[in-house]
């Protein structure tokens, strides 16, 4: 059970759900290729070398939790009351918006993330400032749930 299964209201329901892109993903991941290349590397010309190779396997598995971490504790839902967002796990970032306090919504995607289907989400609630949230997978899908909750609430 998330974050948001455990803070929904009564006679709240979620309407759309989506987390970070995978794309985030991708420079631990390249780098942990890497370690990992130079861990077999080690093991098959020096095998006498082999705990250093272990210690290279162990390094990019640690690369590897951080983003991992990231992707899997992040949430971003639209129910039919609010949108709500948690990023983090140890270090916890929410943002609770009841839906008739949204003013906008903005998505910023340059080309690679229309490609990928990812972009930036940009929250601005009435009075108050901006939310930037990078990253996010399918963001138009998101403002377009939005906007349907926001539609059939009046």
């Known amino acids: 059970m998330g974050y948001l299964d455990r803070t929904l209201m009564e006679g709240?329901?979620?309407?759309?759900?989506?987390?970070?892109?995978?794309?985030?993903?991708?420079?631990?991941?390249?780098?942990?290729?890497v370690l990992f290349a130079g861990a077999i590397a080690l093991v098959v010309y020096l095998p006498k070398w082999w705990p250093g190779g272990l210690a290279l396997l162990l390094v990019a598995m640690g690369?590897?939790?951080?983003?991992?971490?990231?992707?899997?504790?992040?949430e971003f839902a639209v129910t039919n009351?609010?949108?709500?967002?948690?990023?983090?796990?140890?270090h916890r970032r929410t943002l609770e918006m009841v839906l008739a306090k949204v003013e906008s919504l903005a998505v910023d995607q340059g080309m690679a993330a229309r490609l990928f289907g990812y972009g930036t989400l940009t929250v601005?609630?009435?009075?108050?400032?901006?939310?930037?949230?990078?990253?996010?997978?399918?963001?138009?899908?998101?403002r377009r749930h939005v906007n349907e909750q926001l539609g059939s609430a009046h």
């Open 81 to 90: 009351k609010r949108v709500a967002i948690k990023l983090g796990f140890l």
């Open 12 to 33: 709240e329901r979620v309407v759309y759900r989506t987390r970070l892109h995978w794309i985030v993903l991708l420079p631990a991941l390249l780098v942990a290729v």
């Open 124 to 142: 601005r609630g009435t009075g108050g400032t901006p939310e930037t949230f990078e990253s996010i997978r399918a963001p138009l899908e998101f």
């Open 63 to 74: 690369v590897m939790m951080g983003p991992l971490t990231r992707v899997a504790a992040s």
